[in-house]
């Protein structure tokens, strides 16, 4: 495992900095983890759906692998954003050890709250809630951009427009999930 190195431009690690990080991970790491389960969901089944959208269009309609390849494609494209928010959730969830190499000591605190989340005790989100935490999470993320540095690489997570792509995307995958359900009435019938 490669160690975290502070950066030339490390930022300062005073009191202050630290006990503001420290509650500010405690308000985010619970989100995280929710919206991080959410969208590994949201990946599956997304995934599911263009794979039975693929089969009823190539087995059932008998149109060419060609348009299915089109089709799935262009579906794929909101996974492939949706992929990306997941990675940085999943990268956020090692901020105590982040935390950690920046301080030289673990807060008592920040443990406590990572051992309550992986003991199950996070609040429920739900699926269109997973898009309002993104917001949430980034409006979070930004206040701590100036006090971690390059420590974490929380750009996805902050950046309006990459935001408004996953929102966008969170949508479009319940509606290849709709239309995959509907074409599996439609088959059925």
């Known amino acids: 495992m490669s160690e975290v190195t502070p950066p030339n431009n490390a930022p300062d690690a005073s009191p202050s900095n630290v006990q503001q990080l420290i509650s500010l991970f405690q308000k985010v790491l619970p989100l995280v983890y929710g919206i991080a389960s959410k969208l590994r969901w949201a990946l599956i089944i997304g995934v599911a759906m263009l794979a039975w959208i693929a089969v009823w269009l190539v087995g059932i309609k008998g149109f060419s692998l060609g348009v299915a390849a089109v089709v799935v494609g262009i579906g794929a494209i909101p996974l492939l ?59 979070m993320l930004s206040e701590a951009k100036g006090l971690l540095g390059s420590y974490v690489g929380i750009a996805t997570l902050i950046n309006p427009f990459s935001l408004i792509m996953g929102v966008l995307s969170i949508i479009a995958i319940g509606l290849v999930a709709i239309i995959g359900v509907i074409l599996a009435v439609v088959a059925i019938i």
């Not at 954003?81 to 105590?96: A, G, N, Q």
């Not at 673990?106 to 406590?112: E, F, N, Q, S």
């Open 81 to 139: 954003i949706i992929l990306r928010f997941w990675w940085s959730l999943e990268e956020l969830k090692d901020l105590p050890s982040i935390l950690n190499n920046m301080v030289g000591d673990a807060k008592a605190g920040l443990v406590d709250t990572v051992n309550e989340v992986k003991a199950g005790n996070i609040k429920k989100v739900g699926f269109l809630g997973s898009a309002k935490g993104l917001w949430s999470i980034g409006s």
